[in-house]
C-alpha cells in the first residue's frame, strides 16, 4: 500500500475540497462575528451606564454633585452622601494591591522564570487558581471567625479599641482573594518573554537576578501592571466577603484600624429593605459612582501601560 | 447521533424543570421580615401538610416586603415596621396590618464574667449615642449597685443592613430620648451616631460576642440560642422588666386602636417589657386587584384566620409571644373586612 508522494498530494487536495473540508465560514463572515462580539460588549456597558445614571436620577437631580462629598448617610431624614464610601472603597482596594502585589509578583517570576515545569510548579499554580475559585462567602467566614481575632489580639496589643473588623481586615481578606487574578497574568507573561534576549543578556555575564531585573521586568512590565489592575478591578467591586469584615460604619475612617464602609458593601446591605424612592435612587447612584470610578482607573493603568510600553 | 443525544437530553431537562404544574392554584407567596421567620417556617410546613396549601415565605426584610406588596408581587408581606406615611401612599389601595405575634428586642453585652445588669432608659439612649464612653462611668454604675463595672470601652453594635428589629429599637428610643429622635429617629436603616455593624440579628450576635466591652441589641431567641446574656429594662412604669415571653405578652395588654397599627414599646402595662413590638402580615384590603382569583383570596384569608387562631400555639415552643385575647379579637375583626371586589369574603 505504498502511496508515492505525489499520490499521497494529490490524495489530500481531493479531500480538502469534499464537504466536511471546507470551511463553513468565510473570512469576512468570520470577521463580521468578530465585531458584533465587540460592539456587543460595548453595547452592554453603555446600557449599563445608562440604566444606573436613569434609574439614579431622582438623587442625583436632588443632591447634585455633593453627593460625592457629603459624609451624611441618613435614611430617616432622607439625606444621602457617598464619601465615606468612596474613601472606604478605596482604601480598602488600594492597600490590598500592596499587600498582594508583595505576593504575586515574586510568585510570578518564580513560577515564570525559575521553576516554570515541574511537579512543584503545576502544584504551586493550581494551588493559586484554586483561590479563585473559592466562593468570596467563604473568604468572608474565615476572615471574619480566624482573620478578625487575630486582628482584635493585635489591637489590643497596640492598645486600640478591640473591633477585629474594619479597613485592615478587610484588605487582608481582599489581598488574598485578588491574588490570583495578578500572578497568573503575571506568571504568563514573564514565561513569554524570547529566551534570546535573555540567553544574550546571560552570555555578557548577568547574574539571574540581574537577568530579572533588567531584561524580564521591563520587556513584561506593561503585561504585569495590566494583570496588578486587573486584581484591582476586582478589589474595588468585591462585595460579600468584605461586608462581613469592614465594620459597617458610616463614618470616614481614621486610622487602618477603624471600621468603615464601601460602595459596594452598602449596597448589598441596604438594597433589599430601602423604602422610598430617593433612598433607593441614591443606593443606584452609589452602582453609579462605583462603575465611575472603576472605569476612571481602568483609564489610568491603560495609560501606565502604554507609558510603559509594549516592551518589544 | 450525537446531536440526537444531547437534544434528547435537552428536552429532558426542561421537562424535568417545569415541575408540577397543578400545585400553582394552591400555592400563596409572601416576603418580608426576619424576624418572625422561625415561626412562619414552622406555622406555614404544618398548613401545608394539614391543608395541603403551600405557602412560600422568603425572609428579605420588613422594607423588602413592603416593597414587594407594593409592587403587587406577592400575596402578603411581613414587616416588623408599621408602613409609614410615604409607604402607604406609594402603595395606591388600603393595607391591612395583621398581627401574627410579639417579640421583644434585648440588650446584649460582652463583659467578664457576664454580669446581669439593669439599663434604664437615658442610659440606652446615651450608650448608642456615644456619649457614655466607659463601662465603669457613674451613669452605669450607679444603677448596677451590686456590680463590678470593668473600665473597658464601650463599643456599640447595631444592625448594618435594614432591619424591622432595628425598628423597633429605634422606635423606644425616640420615645425615650428626646436628643435620638432629633438626631437618629427611628426606621428600619439609621444613620448611627457610633458603632459597628453587623449582618441581620444572627450578625450583631457574632459581633458582640466576638468583641469584648460591647453591646448590641438582638431579638430575644438570638440571645438565648446564642446563651448571651441581656439586661433588664426599667419600664415606663418603674419597674426593671426581664424579657421574657410573658413579659412581651403583657407589654401588649394596653388598649389596642381598632386597625392594630400600634407600637408597643415604652409601655404603659406595668409589667410590660418596654422594648417589644409585633410583627405583623400585610395583605390588601381589596382581593380583587390585578388579575387575582377568588380562589387564592378565599386561601389567603383562610390562612390568615388560622396564623392568629390554631397557628398560635407554635409560638411559645420557638420563643415568641402569642396575640392576648383582645389583639385576636380586634384581628378577626380586621381579616373579617378583607373583600374580592365588592363582596367580603368571610362572613
Known sequence: MNHSRAELLVLRSKTKTMRWHRPALSESSFRKILSIAGVFVLLLLVAIFFSLGIASFPSIRNFGIRFLFSSTWDPVKSEFGAFPFLVGTLATSFLALVISVVFSIPISIFLGEYSAQGSVATFIKSMIELLAGVPSVIYGFCGLFLLAPLVRALEVKLGMAPYGVGIFTASLVLSIMIIPYSASIGREVISLVPSDLKEAALSLGATRFEVIRKVILPYAGSGIVAGVLLSLGRALGETMAVTMVIGNSNFIPKNIFSPANTLASVIANEFTEATGSLYLASLIELGLVLFIVTTIINLIGKLIIRRMGVGE | ?347
Open chain 2, 1 to 347: 447521533m450525537k446531536h440526537v443525544l444531547s437534544f434528547l437530553m435537552t428536552l429532558v431537562i426542561l421537562i424535568a424543570a417545569t415541575g408540577d404544574g397543578t400545585a400553582k392554584e394552591q400555592e400563596l407567596i409572601g416576603a418580608g421580615a426576619t424576624f418572625p421567620y422561625p415561626f412562619y417556617s414552622k406555622m406555614f410546613d404544618v398548613y401545608s401538610k394539614e391543608y395541603g396549601v403551600k405557602v412560600n415565605y422568603q425572609a428579605i426584610g420588613s422594607g423588602g416586603g413592603i416593597r414587594q406588596l407594593t409592587n403587587k408581587t406577592v400575596d402578603f408581606g411581613g414587616s416588623d415596621a408599621i408602613m409609614s406615611e410615604a409607604d402607604v401612599k406609594e402603595a395606591s389601595a388600603p393595607i391591612l396590618h395583621i398581627p401574627t405575634c410579639a417579640g421583644a428586642v434585648v440588650l446584649t453585652y460582652n463583659l467578664p464574667g457576664n454580669p446581669q445588669l439593669k439599663f434604664t432608659a437615658d442610659v440606652i439612649g446615651n450608650l448608642f449615642l456615644g456619649k457614655i464612653g466607659k463601662w465603669n462611668d457613674r451613669r452605669l454604675s450607679d444603677i448596677n449597685p451590686g456590680v463590678k463595672l470593668p473600665e473597658m470601652n464601650v463599643t456599640v453594635v447595631h444592625r448594618s443592613d435594614g432591619s424591622g428589629t432595628t425598628s423597633i429599637f429605634s422606635d423606644y428610643v425616640s420615645k425615650v430620648s428626646r436628643e435620638w429622635k432629633e438626631k437618629v429617629g427611628t426606621g428600619t436603616s439609621l444613620n448611627w451616631p457610633t458603632g459597628l455593624g453587623g449582618k441581620g440579628n444572627p450578625g450583631v450576635a457574632g459581633l458582640v460576642k466576638q468583641t469584648p466591652g460591647s453591646i448590641g441589641y438582638v431579638e430575644l431567641i438570638y440571645a438565648l440560642q446564642n446563651k448571651m446574656p441581656y439586661g433588664m429594662v426599667k419600664n415606663k412604669k418603674g419597674n426593671f422588666v426581664t424579657a421574657t415571653l410573658a413579659a412581651t405578652s403583657k407589654a401588649a395588654d394596653i388598649n389596642l386602636p381598632d386597625d392594630l397599627k400600634v407600637s408597643l414599646t415604652d409601655t404603659d402595662a406595668p409589667e410590660g417589657y418596654p422594648i417589644s413590638g409585633f410583627t405583623w402580615i400585610l395583605v390588601y384590603k381589596d382581593q380583587g386587584y390585578g388579575d387575582r382569583s377568588e380562589e387564592k383570596a378565599k386561601e389567603l384569608v383562610k390562612l390568615l384566620w388560622w396564623m392568629t387562631h390554631e397557628g398560635q400555639k407554635y409560638t411559645e415552643p420557638l420563643e415568641y409571644a402569642p396575640l392576648s385575647k383582645k389583639a385576636v379579637e380586634k384581628a378577626e375583626k380586621l381579616i373579617k373586612s378583607i373583600s374580592y371586589k365588592s363582596s367580603v369574603i368571610m362572613k
